[in-house]
């Protein structure tokens, strides 16, 4: 079956610096891939998608390749900040089957110092 | 433009109590899933729904658990005899379309079973 693979955290950063958060897949069929963030109590927020292979996802800073090649979907932040701490999720839904349901990875929490 | 609604936000229940959980998409989507989240875990798929049809059951508990989406209404999902191990954050996602498509969350409901 389907499934994500995520870094394991927790991560601390400095403000300031460089963010990669690793993420990688198995999937049966062709899935389109996302980046979700979950502040503390809240749901979840997409933060980024990329539905084929090469596409690259951005959003407020964030970026994330689809390298099919290496069945990898990498976070990356050039300069965090404070406010970019949350718990990230990677997650894929499969477009070749009729499930709909997206598969997740367990979370990576980020806590930013000033 | 309302996003996705869940009610309660909270939500407590002693043992043996029902607990239900209820979930209105955004508007113009037909699609619903159920996740659960633990604590300190990711997102386990429960179940995904379209109107008055289950699509896919396949992570729901084989016992006590239910999820309907009528015709009218919210999507509900049902936990009879809760148990302690029930005690989780419940998300609501909803789409436009089925498949790889992307998914939006609600603010999710936090049961506690005493």
């Known amino acids: 079956g389907d499934s994500v693979t995520q870094m394991e955290g927790p991560v601390t950063l400095s403000e300031e610096a460089f963010l990669t958060i690793n993420c990688t897949y198995t999937a049966t069929g062709y899935p389109s891939l996302f980046w979700y963030v979950q502040y503390p109590g809240e749901g979840l927020q997409l933060l980024l998608k990329a539905t084929k292979a090469d596409d690259k996802g951005s959003n407020k800073g964030f970026e994330a390749t689809y390298r099919k090649e290496t069945t990898s979907f990498h976070l990356e932040k050039g300069s965090v900040q404070v406010s970019d701490s949350a718990v990230y999720f990677c997650a894929l839904s499969d477009r070749s089957t009729n499930a709909g349901k997206s598969t997740f990875g367990d979370g990576t929490t980020l806590t930013v110092k000033p | 433009n309302a996003g996705v609604m869940q009610n309660p936000r909270h939500l407590v229940r002693r043992r043996g109590q029902e607990a239900r959980l209820r979930c209105s998409p955004m508007?113009?989507?037909?699609?619903v899933y159920w996740y659960r989240q633990l604590p300190e875990e990711g997102l386990k798929f429960m179940v995904y729904l379209q109107k008055e049809n289950i699509i896919d059951e396949s992570g729901m508990p084989k016992e006590r658990f239910s999820a309907e989406f009528p015709k009218e209404g919210p999507s509900i999902l049902r936990i009879q005899q809760v148990v302690r191990g029930d005690s989780a954050a419940y998300f609501c996602?909803?789409?436009?379309f089925g498949q790889g498509e992307t998914q939006y969350f609600g603010p999710g409901t936090r049961l506690l079973v005493l």
């Open positions: 996602a909803s789409s436009a």
């Open positions: 508007k113009g989507h037909s699609h």
